[in-house]
């Protein structure tokens, strides 16, 4: 098993641009969300999923977007890209039947200058 | 709504001493409760969890015991090492919230040897 796997692992964008954060994870659980951590803000909620077709926002989901087509994968889109978007982004799954004792990926580190 | 308060680090400590995080939280009914590690340039991981009132959630040398009376769940080692340091958030869920959990701002640990 992989776990929760997160793709790219850093990346810099320029203000204005989109780009795809990609998350997997390979135990078949039902719950999947995102979070972005911040210093000093804890980690906060942007999407989540509660399965395929299924998705929800968080605490703070202006600027990005979630689908999930399958169970397997949950991308986090940024469409146009803001300094406030700098942050370190985490993706967590968890099964419907353990009380969301969640899974995390090991993160997304995005810049945007 | 549901929220999760956590001290405020950072906590300095020396080998072997002893260690107290405190975590309260806010929720209806009977929510599960977790702390989770983050060690440096990682993800989170699951330390501990407890689902109901009275339990004890342990790991690694770590407890917590979920109080509903006083609605605490510090975090608890009798004697850390170098390589505890890390961040250490709490965290709760509920059943009617399905994938989200609600996670306290994290608390820095630092042990010198």
């Known amino acids: 098993n992989a776990g929760v796997t997160q793709t790219p692992k850093f990346q810099v964008l320029k203000t204005g641009q989109s780009m795809t954060l990609q998350c997997a994870q390979d135990m078949n659980h039902e719950y999947m969300s995102w979070y972005r951590q911040d210093p000093g803000m804890g980690l906060r909620l942007i999407h989540y999923?509660?399965?395929?077709?299924?998705?929800d926002q968080g605490e703070v989901p202006n600027g990005y977007n979630v689908s999930r087509s399958t169970t397997e994968d949950f991308p986090l889109r940024l469409l146009s890209a803001a300094p406030s978007q700098t942050s370190v982004y985490f993706c967590?799954?968890?099964?419907?039947?353990?009380?969301?004792?969640?899974?995390f990926g090991p993160g997304t580190r995005l810049t945007v200058t | 709504g549901d929220s999760v308060t956590q001290m405020e680090g950072p906590v300095t400590l020396s080998e072997e001493a002893f260690l107290t995080i405190n975590c309260t939280y806010t929720?209806?009914?009977?929510?599960?409760l977790f702390w989770y590690v983050q060690y440096p340039g990682e993800g989170l991981q699951l330390l501990l969890k407890?689902?109901?009132?009275?339990d004890k959630g342990s790991n690694k040398g770590f407890e917590a015991t979920y109080r509903k009376e006083t609605t605490s769940f510090h975090l608890e080692k009798g004697s850390v090492q170098v390589s505890d340091s890390a961040v250490y958030f709490c965290?709760?869920?509920?059943?009617?919230?399905?994938?989200?959990?609600?996670f306290g701002r994290g608390t820095q640990l630092t042990v010198w040897p």
């Open positions: 967590a799954s968890s099964s419907a039947g353990t009380s969301n004792e969640q899974y």
């Open positions: 407890a689902t109901k009132a009275d």
């Open positions: 965290a709760l869920w509920r059943g009617s919230t399905l994938g989200r959990l609600y």
């Open positions: 929720a209806t009914g009977y929510p599960s």
């Open positions: 999923s509660v399965g395929a077709g299924i998705t």
